[in-house]
T-cell receptor, first 111, second 113 residues
Framework: GDSVTQMEGPVTLSEEAFLTINCTYT??????LFWYVQYPGEGLQLLLK?????DKGSNKGFEATYRKETTSFHLEKGSVQVSDSAVYFC??????????FGKGTTLSVSS | DAGVIQSPRHEVTEMGQEVTLRCKPI?????LFWYRQTMMRGLELLIY????????DSGMPEDRFSAKMPNASFSTLKIQPSEPRDSAVYFC???????????FGQGTRLTVV
């Protein structure tokens, strides 16, 4: 079945450092890919998405490119802030089914 | 838009008691999902409704769990009897027709003592 694998955390960075969180997927057909973010005590929020190969999703300085050849959707940000500290989830969506999530990666940014 | 609304936000109950969690999806969304989040298991899909009909309940842990969606604007997740291992954060999410992303509520943190 379909699945999502993302790098285990925690990821600890200093402010203004470059961030990469790796995500790879296994799927049949043509899934859409997503990154969600969860701040402490809150629900998951959609951060960005890509619906087809080579699409780049972007939001709030975060980017991810849908790479079909490597089945990857890595999350990047050029300069992280303390306020980016959260748990990040990679997810895969197919028509007519529920989202499949990775296990989440905790990011901690210190000033 | 008010977003997905869940109640209560926090629930503490004694083992053996019945617990009912409530969810109001975003108006116009026709798919509704219940997820459970724990440190050990991460985010697990419990059940998925489409147009108020349960489509996939393979994630419901056991007969103690039941979910209903009597209309397009309301769903419940019931645990009877509750056990300490049910302690988790329960999320409800909804999705509009044709969309693959889902929009999450704030969650209900359940503690069974």
């Amino acid at each position: 079945g379909d699945s999502v694998t993302q790098m285990e955390g925690p990821v600890t960075l200093s402010e203004e450092a470059f961030l990469t969180i790796n995500c790879t997927y296994t799927a049949t057909g043509y899934p859409s890919l997503f990154w969600y973010v969860q701040y402490p005590g809150e629900g998951l929020q959609l951060l960005l998405k890509a619906t087809k190969a080579d699409d780049k999703g972007s939001n709030k300085g975060f980017e991810a490119t849908y790479r079909k050849e490597t089945t990857s959707f890595h999350l990047e940000k050029g300069s992280v802030q303390v306020s980016d500290s959260a748990v990040y989830f990679c997810a895969l969506g197919q028509a007519g089914t529920a989202l499949i999530f990775g296990k989440g990666t905790t990011l901690s940014v210190s000033s | 838009d008010a977003g997905v609304i869940q109640s209560p936000r926090h629930e503490v109950t004694e083992m053996g008691q019945e617990v009912t969690l409530r969810c109001k999806p975003i108006s116009g969304h026709n798919s509704l999902f219940w997820y459970r989040q724990t440190m050990m298991r991460g985010l697990e899909l419990l059940i998925y409704f489409n147009n108020n009909v349960p489509i996939d309940d393979s994630g419901m842990p056991e007969d103690r769990f039941s979910a209903k969606m009597p209309n397009a604007s309301f769903s419940t997740l019931k645990i009877q009897p509750s056990e300490p291992r049910d302690s988790a954060v329960y999320f409800c999410a909804s999705s509009p027709t044709g969309a693959r992303e889902a929009f999450f509520g704030q969650g209900t943190r359940l503690t069974v003592v």
